[in-house]
């Protein structure tokens, strides 16, 4: 790629990033302790068919704001697909609430500015990760039977999480009505505080099966980017590191403007952030092509993302 037009892409990626990305700082400075950072404008893309692991399959979609998905389903090992029909970036994290917390609780809980109030009655067990416009993600979970909230934590331009604009949606799960076998993953990784354990360089392109663990003491999560063509992972990388540029009355408007140019990568696949010791399978459709893995969270006790402290790594897909 020519360095100017390097430069503009540059330049106009790290408007949208940056913007959100100091939203992410400012609330880690107010003691969030797991809300993540936005990230990269989007790109229409295809996504693959409905893969078939002949698992219970439940069906989400989100849009901006709210999801649409049922409200009961039975427990057991569950195929779980997210489609984006929104124009932002989404993700459905199952939050499991504990024992004695009612939905009304949570809702309650949700108005609180501090996502902390959520996990102090509930924790993520993962689900589908955070995916681009027109893009689907698609894990397989154990459900177990009780009360869930799905919510979506990923800030808008200004900050706000989705959660607290309409992105959150009451989920019973029933007592099991199939029980079927653990999938036979292809690949573990494991999210540790703070990388992408046993997460391979190389990849064979189709499909995939990847047993994901968060075996680290915090809030974990795998999203997987496409980088466009003529981009590489240093400059991907580059843009998120950019510094946070100043909150300005014109920021808005120059990441509104910003979204508008091609996209440097796109979210395609992943899990949603998960507690410690959760399980997810990720079921995965990959095309030719470099990616990275990426997590988002904010450390708790520095507010900086834990990309920041290394949880990013390249890989790239070829037949
Ligand atoms: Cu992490």
Redesign the pocket.
């Known amino acids: 790629m020519a360095g100017g037009n390097d430069d503009a892409l540059r330049l106009d990626a790290r408007h949208a990033l940056s913007t959100r990305r100091a939203a992410l700082m400012r609330m880690g400075a107010i003691g969030l302790a797991a809300v ?1 950072v936005g990230r990269g404008v989007r790109a229409a893309e295809t996504h693959p068919g409905d893969p078939n692991t002949g698992y219970h399959k439940l069906a989400v979609t989100a849009k901006d704001y709210a999801f649409e998905l049922p409200r009961r389903v039975p427990a057991g090992h569950t195929e779980i697909t997210l489609r984006n029909e929104g124009s932002e970036e989404h993700h459905a994290m199952f939050m499991r609430l504990n024992t004695g917390t009612t939905t009304a609780d949570f809702m309650r809980a949700a108005k609180q500015q501090d996502i902390a109030a959520l996990f102090a009655i509930s924790s993520s067990i993962g689900g589908p990760g955070s995916v681009d416009h027109g893009q689907a993600s698609t894990v397989i979970i154990n459900l177990l039977p009780g009360a869930y909230v799905v919510i979506c934590i990923v800030p808008d331009a200004q900050g706000m999480p989705h959660y607290k604009m309409g992105m959150l949606a009451a989920l019973t799960v029933t007592e099991a009505a199939h029980a079927e076998d653990a999938p036979a993953a292809d690949l573990t990784i494991d ?1 540790v ?2 990388a992408f354990d046993q997460l391979p360089r190389q990849i064979r392109g189709g499909q995939h099966l990847w047993k994901v663990l ?1 075996t ?1 003491a ?5 999203v997987l980017n496409r980088l466009a063509p003529g981009v590489s992972f240093e400059q991907a990388k580059a843009i998120l590191m950019a510094p946070p540029t100043k909150p300005t009355a014109a920021t808005g408007a120059d990441a509104s403007s910003a979204t508008a140019h091609a996209a440097p990568f796109t979210a395609v696949a992943g899990v949603a ?1 998960m507690n410690p010791a959760s399980v997810n399978w990720a079921v995965l459709n990959l095309a030719d092509g470099d990616y990275f893995a990426v ?3 904010p ?1 708790p006790k520095t507010g900086r ?3 920041d ?1 290394g ?1 990013i790594a390249p890989f790239s897909v070829t037949s």
């Open positions: 993540f999210l505080d703070f968060d680290g915090q809030l974990h999560e795998m952030p997590c988002y969270v450390d993302p834990h990309f402290l949880m």
